[in-house]
């Protein structure tokens, strides 16, 4: 079995900075004939009801791992392996993954208490005769790129930087299912997403290019609570697909999010909802006449 050339993490959102990783693993592991391998935290969210943007994540399981579908992983389930120490964590990786070099960011930590921390880490690394290095953050103007920034942005609707930091559109994926088939009555059917509750959800509508069966369409999504037809605890997910009239119940639809148009709000009645989804409409499409 050949020596692995490890990372770690729990990659969320697979940003740019983490792209940068996994581009400098695969390169120093090719040049000293190592495997290499990333080892990814699988954490689950403490609360998934409540869609608290620190306890989601902000790409589901199935998205991760298109995305990092061209390096080699071993997923974690976090609960299993959380009450280890530093050192337990440590043989593990050079027992059971014959770990011959590992590369981290600067900030990472690993063991109970994130108690391995970089200087444990290079210490340890060196009694085992085992390639160590650190990466610099990925950086833009403001500050280093990290997963709390993108949820931030994400939070403030700010899609282009979210986009910028990401280095891709960032997108939700979902079968198509049933909803009350309100949009239909006034003139603008829905996709209704059943979306990951693991999966952070953004509020409010926003201009967003829709894929289906490898065809690209352009829309409007509404994510809330539909504070005008209804009352409840979870947000909804809605797309409008625009000059487009099929039957796509039970099939995949992705939507990559471009701008927010405004946030969520309550309208007097379906009279003043329709005339602002018109409104959001004529938005959307000046947004996505360059795309």
Known sequence: MPKTF????????????????????????????????????????????TNN?????????????????DIKTVYLDFNKIKNLTADEFFDILV????????IVGKDFAFGKNRQGNI????????????????????????????????????????ISALNKMLGRNFALEGKVIYGQQLGRKIGFPTANLDISKEQILPRGVFAVLVYLNSKKYKGICNI????????????????????????????????????????????NGLGELTEQINKDCRAAQKILSEF
Do not use: W
Request: proline content about 4%.
């Open 95 to 102: 027992k059971k993954y014959n770990m011959g070099a590992i």
């Open 6 to 49: 490890i990372t770690i993490g729990t990659f969320d959102g697979v940003h740019r900075g983490h792209k940068k990783l996994f581009t400098l693993l695969k390169y120093e592991a090719k040049k000293i004939g190592f495997s290499p391998l990333a080892l990814v935290f699988q954490i689950p969210p403490k609360n998934i009801l």
């Open 119 to 158: 200087s444990f880490l290079r210490e340890k690394c060196k009694q085992n005769n085992i390639i160590f290095e650190v990466i610099d953050f990925e950086e833009d103007a403001s500050s280093k790129i990290s997963s709390s920034r993108l949820r931030s942005a994400l939070k403030a609707g700010e």
């Open 224 to 267: 809330g609570l539909r504070p005008t037809v209804e009352i409840n605890g979870l947000p909804s997910v809605e797309i409008f697909i625009f000059n487009f009239n099929k039957d796509i119940y039970g099939q995949i639809l992705r939507a990559e999010f471009i701008q927010k148009i405004r946030p969520e709000k309550r309208f």
């Open 53 to 69: 943007l620190e306890q989601s994540v902000l790409v589901d399981l199935k998205q991760k791992k298109e995305l990092l579908k």
